[in-house]
């Protein structure tokens, strides 16, 4: 992902995706080879917990089908997104603002917030198919839009952080 290539060194939260998804596999790979760490999460409750995406990692699956770590957690998972230097997030579609249209149940919506208003934040990407660029997805005053989008296609900028 060329997007992330200009970034320094780092932490990139990532994740694992379904069949619906673009697919993550070549882009985890493509991370470590350049240097960056993959960080994949885990549900815990109502928050995310993030795992290093290393060659012993093993995986469950989650209530909701989704493949998750079971072990090399980070320490300190209060610091781990302030640390990245990107966060890659899952959409089902992204308008012409960056506004996400999320699964609905607000685990990345909690987990930017812990970083958004940082004064050096991870830059935020949406990660999805071409055609789910819409001109408008509804959203609330709390919802946090991407940076960036990425698709097969075009990498689009809404913005970027400070």
């Known amino acids: 992902m060329d997007v992330i290539a200009t970034l320094p060194a780092g932490p990139v939260a ?18 470590r080879a350049q240097g960056y760490q993959p960080l994949i999460p885990r549900i815990d409750g109502t928050q995310l917990q993030w795992a290093m995406d290393l060659p012993d990692t093993t995986w469950d699956i989650n209530q909701f089908g989704i493949a998750e770590p079971t072990n090399n ?20 579609a992204i308008d012409s603002n960056g506004m996400r249209l999320g699964q ?24 999805v198919f071409d ?30 952080p400070d």
């Open 73 to 92: 957690f980070v320490p300190d998972q209060s610091e781990v997104l302030a640390q990245c230097v990107a966060i890659i997030i899952p959409a089902q």
């Open 104 to 127: 609905g149940k607000g685990f990345y919506d909690r987990a930017l917030e812990t970083v958004v208003h940082n004064p050096v934040r991870p830059l935020f990407i949406g990660y």
């Open 131 to 160: 055609n789910e660029h819409i001109d408008h997805v509804p959203h609330e005053a709390h919802d946090i839009p991407v940076d960036v989008s990425v698709t097969e296609c075009a990498v689009r900028w809404f913005s970027t």
């Open 14 to 31: 990532c994740y694992l995706s379904v069949p619906t998804e673009p697919p993550t596999d070549l882009l985890r790979e493509q991370l």
